[in-house]
């Protein structure tokens, strides 16, 4: 019996982190509050040479960067900002959690001096909020971005 209950909350503490490929698609999956979260990354390399490299990474021959992140809450897609992830290079891992009612996507990036954290703060129905950390002031962001609730035109 012990087993039994064990068991289910292994498969689903490993199910919250996603280790993010150079290339292709990387999916993480949890259930937070009752709610399935499913985001799905798609990256690319980009070497020196192709075009497209970020300028502000010349000093790297090549880097994989975040082309796409989608969100879907309960089977329903939360529309994600480009800017949320269009300056993330060498994405290593994600995970989740919950706080206060809201999913809290944390991404870490890069090595060294350019290590970053990104966390990426969302609910049922959009993105809230994007801080970013570095590893020089990792319990401070050094980067805030607040989206603004949409606008329904009719």
């Known amino acids: 019996v012990l087993l039994c209950l064990l068991l289910p909350g292994v498969s689903h503490a490993a199910s919250q982190k996603v280790d993010i490929a150079k290339s292709g698609e990387s ?85 060294g001096a350019d290590t970053y954290w990104v966390h990426v703060t969302f609910d049922t129905k959009r993105v809230i909020k994007r801080s970013v950390y570095d590893s020089f002031a990792p319990r401070k962001p050094s980067e805030e971005t607040l989206y603004a609730p949409g606008k329904v035109i009719r």
């Open 27 to 111: 999916s993480l999956r949890a259930v937070f509050g009752g709610k399935t979260v499913q985001i799905t990354f798609h990256t690319a390399r980009l070497k020196k040479s192709d075009p497209g490299f970020p300028l502000p990474l010349e000093y790297y021959n090549e880097v994989s960067i975040v082309q796409r992140m989608c969100i879907v809450v309960e089977g329903k897609t939360v529309w994600v900002p480009r800017s949320a992830y269009a300056d993330l290079f060498d994405a290593r891992i994600g995970f989740l959690e919950f706080e206060k009612g809201t999913f809290v996507l944390v991404i870490v990036g890069a090595d």
